[in-house]
Nanobody, 124 residues
Framework: QVQLVESGGGLVQAGGSLRLSCAASGRTLSTYAMGWFRQAPGKEREFVAAISWSGGSTYYADAVKGRFTISRDNAKNTVYLQMNSLNPEDTAVYYC?????????????????WGQGTQVTVSS
C-alpha cells in the first residue's frame, strides 16, 4: 500500500505562486513516475504534469507549460509542483498520483494510487 499526502494548497491572488508537495509512505517511489492532476468544480479531472522515475523526463499540460514545474526528491520520497503566475482558471483541487511504471503518462488510468487532494484557489 502507498499513502500519498498533498500539502501546500491555499488561497493566492492572481499572479502569485504556490508550491505543492506530495509526501509518500508505505513504499519507495524512486522507481515510479509521479503525476499531478486537478479537478475544478463541475469539470472532469485533468492532467497537469508528470515526472519520470529519475526526474529526467517531465511532461506538462499546455495550460500550465512555462508556469508550473514538477520535480521530485527520491531521498525524501516527495514530489513537488511549483506553480507560478497563477490565474483564476488554475483554481481546483490538486491531486498527486503514483504511476504503475517508471515513465510518466497523461492518462489517469496509468496511475494506481492517489492522494486526497489539496485545494488551490486563485482570486482575481
Amino acid at each position: 500500500q502507498v499513502q500519498l499526502v498533498e500539502s501546500g494548497g491555499g488561497l493566492v491572488q492572481a499572479g502569485g505562486s504556490l508550491r505543492l508537495s506530495c509526501a509518500a509512505s508505505g513504499r519507495t517511489l524512486s522507481t515510479y513516475a509521479m503525476g499531478w492532476f486537478r479537478q475544478a468544480p463541475g469539470k472532469e479531472r485533468e492532467f497537469v504534469a508528470a515526472i519520470s522515475w529519475s526526474g529526467g523526463s517531465t511532461y506538462y499540460a499546455d495550460a500550465v507549460k512555462g508556469r508550473f514545474t514538477i520535480s521530485r526528491d527520491n531521498a525524501k520520497n516527495t514530489v513537488y509542483l511549483q506553480m507560478n503566475s497563477l490565474n483564476p482558471e488554475d483554481t481546483a483541487v490538486y491531486y498527486c498520483a503514483k504511476a504503475r511504471r517508471g515513465l510518466g503518462s497523461l492518462r489517469d488510468s496509468a496511475y494506481d494510487y492517489w492522494g486526497q487532494g489539496t485545494q488551490v484557489t486563485v482570486s482575481s
